[in-house]
């Protein structure tokens, strides 16, 4: 079945630091791709995402590209701020619309001044 | 996007008792809603998907007795915990589908079961 992997946490990062977030999926077809964020005491926003193969979704400063050949579509920020601390998910739908979201374990994000 | 409210935010119960939690969507037409369930410092686990006016599709493993769905309206999905038992306690939260599979989130609900 489909799934999503992403790197374990918690991530520690000094302010203005580079930032990556491994996520690898496993999916039939051609699936859609999404970056969560979770901020302390609230719910879940869309941070940005991609639909289809080599398709880039940037937001805030964060990206990620769809790969397709690596199966995989990895977070980065160049430089992160302590606002930027929060849980990150990765998530993958099926084809189609309305379909339901497959998360990964989520990463927590701690950034220091 | 959709702006996606639950209430309540917070509610606490004796063991036994039933528990309802609303999610409504406030400015878009909720045709597909979710339901999840999020233990501390977990990801999301989904429990079940509803369509407005049909019976929810639930996950393998979740008891669709205990956990009942509603989704009579485009603006509204109420999930029921029944006879509610401490390890019922999390974080329910529900989230609107959309065409291009991009979903609106509520803030969560948290239920405490003493």
């Known amino acids: 079945g489909n799934s999503v992997t992403q790197m374990e946490g918690p991530v520690t990062l000094s302010e203005e630091a580079f930032l990556t977030i491994n996520c690898t999926y496993t999916?039939?077809?051609?699936?859609?791709l999404f970056w969560y964020v979770q901020y302390p005491g609230e719910g879940l926003q869309l941070l940005l995402k991609a639909t289809k193969a080599d398709d880039k979704g940037s937001n805030k400063g964060f990206e990620a590209t769809y790969r397709k050949e690596t199966t995989s579509f990895h977070l980065e920020k160049g430089s992160v701020q302590v606002s930027d601390s929060a849980v990150y998910f990765c998530a993958l739908s099926e084809t189609g619309g309305y379909n339901k979201l497959i998360f990964g374990a989520g990463t927590r994000l701690a950034v220091h001044p | 996007g959709a702006v996606v409210s639950q209430h309540p935010s917070r509610v606490i119960c004796k063991s036994g008792t039933s528990v309802k939690i609303e999610c409504r969507s406030l400015d878009f037409q909720a045709t597909t809603m979710f339901w999840y369930r999020q233990f501390p410092k977990q990801s999301l686990m989904l429990m079940a998907t509803s369509n407005e006016g049909s019976k929810a599709t639930y996950e393998q493993g979740v008891e669709k007795d205990k956990f009942l769905i509603n989704h009579a309206s485009l603006t509204l999905s109420t999930l029921t915990v029944t006879s509610a038992h401490p390890e019922d306690s999390s974080f329910y939260i529900c989230?609107?589908?959309?065409?291009?599979?991009?979903?609106?989130f509520g803030p969560g609900t948290r239920l405490t079961v003493l």
């Open positions: 999916a039939t077809g051609y699936p859609s």
């Open positions: 989230s609107v589908g959309s065409q291009d599979n991009e979903q609106f």
